[in-house]
């Protein structure tokens, strides 16, 4: 059974940095693309970033790009976002999601079957 486990959300104040962890087990995670996605209040749920752990390759929405960094430790099947520059605008519910057999650039909410239960960002201004 996949998996999939979110921590590090939390309050932070705008400019302000966190790190968004996505714990991963039950398959094997050479073989998936995991993504970040977020779903603010009263908006559908969106890419925010993806990477292959086959290939490392990445994938960002262009909302994010220049401050989120999406990386994977594949020895610790974990996957790590790193949101720096953070605005009141990324405030949202993260989530997690893996899919198999997948390019990274394939980072939409249809593509995905498997998600955590999400962790919540706020961002004040």
């Known amino acids: 059974e996949v998996q999939l486990v979110e921590s590090g959300g939390g309050l932070v104040q705008a400019g302000g940095s966190l790190r968004l962890s996505c714990a991963a087990s039950g398959f094997t995670f050479d073989d998936y693309v995991i993504g970040w996605f977020r779903q603010a209040f009263g908006k559908e749920r969106e890419g925010v970033s993806c990477?292959?752990?086959?290939?490392?390759?990445?994938y960002y929405a262009d909302s994010v790009k220049g401050r989120f960094t999406i990386s994977s430790d594949n020895a610790k099947n974990t996957v790590y976002l790193q949101m720096n520059s953070l605005k009141p605008e990324d405030t949202a519910v993260y989530y997690c999601?893996?899919?198999?057999?997948?390019?990274?650039?394939?980072?939409?909410?249809?593509?995905?079957?498997?998600w955590g239960q999400g962790t919540q960002v706020i961002v004040s201004s």
């Open positions: 999601a893996a899919e198999p057999n997948l390019f990274a650039s394939r980072c939409t909410r249809a593509d995905f079957g498997s």
């Open positions: 990477i292959s752990s086959s290939d490392g390759s990445t």
